[in-house]
């Protein structure tokens, strides 16, 4: 794809119709080729959730879904209704970069709405997805339940809305900082929902009850403990911006376990998502575990993904809204708009265990992660910055100290 080709600051869109729409990323510094498809497919995957990080950057009204402001423009490039379509690649070039780039089969447009979003509660029907295109079907199974479904790659017509908009009111119900990114330049996955531990837990009934067993795999926990030493190991060795694009990186890290899986923590936080819960417990419910929460829309998601898109969301975080160069849990820091508060519980130096569960509920599918010892306590710090394992007493693998026995 041209777009990418040498791997520029800005995308190449000489051969791009002006039709269509381009998202494009730039990560430098990155000294090698990867080494396996695998490997760039992650890649893509960790730069398509930033694109979709921007929705943060503008306050889209929800009953209106008009596209009023261009800041947005990478998510909005990737929910437009009338895109069909898409490509993408990535690449490295001898110049120690990383490129990435998608193109869309179409364009949102400035002030019109991104998609029909229809009656509170309505799902999508046949009726609903032949307005965007003729033929098109509902499809109500898997990971693309309420999406609708056709094997056009372009609209042959651009539909009629049938009322018009005479004013648009944006939501003011809380400010939301710029969204960041660690990518240079930029011209999948709705918005989950986020929650803090201050607020009332409320419950709803669950919609399917899965045996514990059948949920958490084996393969699950696996995952679980790779993403989280992965995600901590890439910390520890000052490789994660800390805040938006043109800070410097988060320090690196003195004191950072390696963490390990634990049964009673699954059995503490299968409990609680068995309760179909909306926010995080009462601390006083648990006052020596952590806790981070998600809620992931649908409840055809695997579960696998689910967790996979619950500790993405929680570590990107860090992205968005960084912390004090100190790496101190403060007050102020845990109630600031958008406070990256599951992001320090994952990082916490001192935690070394997490256990994890997952239901289905009516409003989605639940994850709960506890920790132990807990995290984000006043005036503690998330970690040591100084001398990448400094403080660990035996070996360190990766920036990691060695977990403890107990």
Not at 127 to 140: D, H, L, M, P, T
Not at 231 to 241: C, H, M, P
Not at 294 to 306: D, M, N, V
Not at 377 to 385: A, D, E, S
Request: aromatic share 6%.
């Amino acid at each position: 794809m041209t777009v990418v080709r040498d791997c520029p600051s800005d995308p190449d869109l000489t051969h791009v119709p002006a039709d269509k729409s381009v998202n494009y990323a730039i990560r430098r510094h990155v000294e090698n080729a990867l080494g396996s498809d695998q490997a760039y497919a992650d890649e893509m995957e960790v730069v398509i959730a930033e694109w979709v990080n921007y929705r943060f950057d503008a306050n889209l009204d929800i009953n209106t879904v008009i596209y009023d402001d261009e800041i947005m423009k990478p998510y909005a490039n990737i929910i437009y209704n009338e895109t069909l379509a898409i490509g993408c690649t990535i690449m490295w070039c001898s110049s120690k970069r990383l490129a990435a780039a998608c193109v869309y089969s179409d364009k949102p447009k400035l002030g019109e709405p991104l998609y029909d979003p229809g009656k509170k509660g309505a799902k999508c029907s046949g009726k609903s997805c032949e307005k965007v295109i003729e033929g098109a079907k509902c499809i109500n199974a898997n990971d693309l339940e309420g999406l609708c479904g056709t094997d056009m790659k372009q609209s042959p017509t651009k539909p009629t809305t049938s009322s018009t908009t005479t004013t648009t009111t944006k939501s003011t119900s809380r400010t939301r900082p710029k969204r960041t990114k660690s990518t240079t330049k930029t011209t999948t996955s709705p918005t989950t929902k986020r929650t803090k531990s201050t607020k009332t837990t409320t419950k709803s009934t669950a919609t399917t009850t899965k045996k514990n067993s059948e949920v958490m795999t084996q393969a699950v926990r696996d995952r679980i403990i790779s993403m989280h030493n992965s995600y901590r190991s890439t910390l520890a060795r000052g490789l994660v911006r800390n805040g938006k694009e043109g800070n410097p990186n988060c320090p690196t890290a003195m004191n950072m376990y390696r963490m390990r899986y634990d049964m009673t923590l699954e059995s503490e936080a299968q409990t609680y998502a068995d309760s179909c819960p909306t926010a995080e417990s009462l601390l006083s419910t648990r006052p020596y575990s952590g806790e981070n929460i998600e809620i992931i829309p649908g409840t055809s998601t695997p579960y696998l993904k689910a967790i996979e898109s619950a500790l993405q969301e929680w570590w990107t975080q860090i992205l968005r809204n960084g912390v004090n160069n100190k790496m101190q849990y403060t007050e102020y820091l845990e109630n600031k708009p958008n406070a990256p508060t599951k992001f320090t519980q994952m990082a916490w130096a001192n935690t070394y265990t997490v256990g994890c569960g997952l239901q289905r509920c009516s409003h989605g599918t639940v994850v709960v992660c506890r920790y132990k010892p807990r995290g984000n306590v006043y005036t503690h710090y998330i970690y040591r910055p100084g001398q990448m394992c400094g403080s660990c007493t035996g070996s360190c693998s990766e920036g990691l100290c060695p977990t403890p026995a107990n």
